[in-house]
C-alpha cells in the first residue's frame, strides 16, 4: 500500500510570491491534515480536510489555504509569502483523526524556503 | 496556547540504558495520546498509542504510561539503541484534531 505522498520535496521561493504544495493520501483515507514544523516549534496544525470539506482550522493567517478534492488528494496554498513562512511542511492522511487506532500517517514533507 | 508540552527538548542516554521522554497536556477531554519518532528530512512515523481507558501500553521496546490525574505521559524505550537517536512527539487527541507537543531529540550513545 503506497503511503502519503507529497510534492514538491524542496521549493525555494521569494517573499512576496505564493506557492501550491501537493498531497496524495494512502488509499482509503479520507482525512487530510496539513502540519507547520518550525525548529523549537514542534508542529503546529493548520488545517484538516475530511471528504472536501474543512473541519478543523489551526491559528494561521489567511494566507494559508487548502482544499480536498473528490479523490481526497489536498493542497495547500500560501499566498504573499513572508520570510518567516520557511518550514517543513507536513502532509499527514488518516480513515478519521482522534478515533482510537486511527492515527496520522504523514509524508516526508516539503522544505519551504523563503528568501 | 500550547496544550500538549515537552519540556526537555533534549535528552542523551547511554546504550542499553533506559530513556524516559515526558510529555504534559492540559485538557482534561483529551482520551487518546499518541508517541511519534521522527528522523531528520523524513516525516514522523507512528510508534505507540494509549487510550484515556488504560494507564500503560507496551509494544515491545517501547511502553507508554499514562496518568490522567497529573495529565502527564511517558514514553520508555528499553534498551535504548543507538538507532533509536531521533526526535519524539507526543500527541493528545479529543476530537479530530491532534495537539502535538514541540519536541524531545533523543541522542543514545554508543
Known amino acids: 500500500k503506497a503511503g502519503v505522498t507529497q510534492t514538491p520535496r524542496y521549493l525555494i521561493k521569494t517573499r512576496g510570491q505564493q506557492v501550491t504544495l501537493s498531497c496524495s493520501p494512502i488509499?482509503?483515507?479520507?482525512?487530510v491534515s496539513w502540519y507547520q514544523q518550525t525548529p523549537g516549534q514542534g508542529l503546529q496544525f493548520l488545517f484538516e480536510y475530511f471528504s472536501e470539506t474543512q473541519r478543523n482550522k489551526g491559528n494561521f493567517p489567511g494566507r494559508f489555504s487548502g482544499r480536498q478534492f473528490s479523490n481526497s488528494r489536498s493542497e495547500m496554498n500560501v499566498s504573499t509569502l513572508e520570510l518567516g513562512d520557511s518550514a517543513l511542511y507536513l502532509c499527514?492522511?488518516?480513515?478519521?483523526?482522534?478515533?482510537?487506532?486511527?492515527?496520522?500517517?504523514f509524508g516526508s514533507g516539503t522544505q519551504l524556503s523563503v528568501l | 496556547d500550547q496544550q500538549v508540552k515537552q519540556n526537555s527538548p533534549s535528552l542523551s542516554v547511554q546504550e542499553g540504558r533506559i530513556s524516559i521522554l515526558n510529555c504534559d497536556y492540559t485538557?482534561?477531554?483529551?482520551?487518546?495520546f499518541l508517541w511519534y519518532k521522527k528522523y531528520p528530512a523524513e516525516g514522523p512515523t507512528f510508534l505507540i498509542s494509549?487510550?484515556?481507558?488504560?494507564d500503560k501500553n507496551e509494544d515491545g521496546r517501547f511502553t507508554v504510561f499514562l496518568n490522567k490525574s497529573a495529565k502527564h505521559l511517558s514514553l520508555h524505550i528499553v534498551p535504548s539503541q543507538p538507532g533509536d537517536s531521533a526526535v519524539y512527539f507526543c500527541?493528545?487527541?479529543?476530537?479530530?484534531?491532534?495537539?502535538f507537543g514541540t519536541g524531545t531529540s533523543l541522542t543514545v550513545i554508543p
Open positions: 488509499s482509503g483515507h479520507r482525512s
Open positions: 494509549i487510550s484515556s481507558i488504560k
Open positions: 485538557n482534561s477531554m483529551f482520551d487518546y
Open positions: 500527541a493528545a487527541s479529543g476530537g479530530n484534531q491532534f495537539y
Open positions: 499527514a492522511s488518516s480513515q478519521n483523526p482522534g478515533t482510537y487506532g486511527a492515527e496520522l500517517f
